[in-house]
């Protein structure tokens, strides 16, 4: 096993991945997946959106089995209030934190022993609905901030806004049951050149660690984690 899955003391190690995978390849790796993953699949009703699916889970289970020196069919998960995926087993030498995120083709995922985390990545378009997400997400002041800039590098901040959201209430647990217009991600404080902590309802969470990655081109992510990571590493993932 090569050293990068052997997680060191606070590093998190973040993987991408292409989920356009042969149809014939994921045809035969449908086996890698669980009961309720399979019915899952099934209920999508287009084929791009079930083979994205498809390959997203089998991509996650060959990267843990490889963190955990296991095969992907005998990882279990279970699933928080929020639907958000936790293992169950195989038990590791240290307990294992994952996250995974995915929009058209592309996925991201997290993977960490510092604490629970969330990931989100989000592909930049020109068609962005600004002007109808803005309310349903931004707090007046970020609101304000946005519709001052030139109408591209709008799109791009608001999904920069969206992301940091979106992963810190992901490492939370809480999926959108927390409100996006509670949480303050324009002026969250730095912690170091990269590093910075949202606020809720104006108080500062300085237990969580947020951070934007450089993940692809056209692609805009964030990271969220409990704790302060050492080292954060960006890969690409791909199956043998």
């Not at 990882?75 to 934190?97: C, M, N, T, W």
């Not at 519709?147 to 810190?168: G, M, Q, S, V």
Request: charged letters at 25%; glycine letters at 8%.
């Amino acid at each position: 096993m090569q050293d990068f899955y052997k997680l060191k003391a606070g590093s998190v190690g973040v993987w991408t991945a292409s989920l356009e995978l042969p149809t014939d390849a994921l045809s035969d790796l449908r086996r890698l997946l669980s009961g309720d993953e399979l019915e899952r699949a099934d209920r999508f009703h287009f084929d791009r959106d079930r083979l994205r699916y498809i390959a997203a889970r089998v991509l996650l289970r060959t990267l843990l089995g490889r963190y955990l020196d296991c095969g992907p069919t005998s990882i279990r998960f279970d699933y928080g209030r929020h639907g958000k995926p936790a293992l169950v087993s195989p038990s590791a030498q240290i307990e294992l934190f994952f996250n995974l995120s995915h929009t058209h083709d592309f996925a991201i995922y997290a993977v960490t022993a510092l604490g629970p985390i969330g990931v989100d990545v989000e592909r930049v378009r020109a068609d962005f609905p600004i002007e109808e997400i803005i309310p349903q997400f931004c707090l007046p002041s970020e609101a304000d901030a946005l519709r001052r800039l030139p109408a591209p590098l709008r799109n791009e901040r608001a999904l920069a806004l969206w992301t940091r959201k979106e992963a810190y209430c992901k490492a939370q647990g809480l999926g959108l049951s927390l409100d996006p217009r509670r949480i303050d991600a324009l002026s969250g404080i730095e912690d170091g050149a990269s590093v910075f902590h949202l606020s809720v309802d104006g108080v500062i969470d300085r237990t969580l660690s947020v951070q934007d990655l450089g993940v692809s081109p056209g692609y805009i992510a964030t990271l969220a984690v409990f704790g302060r990571p050492s080292e954060v590493t960006v890969r690409p993932l791909t199956l043998p």
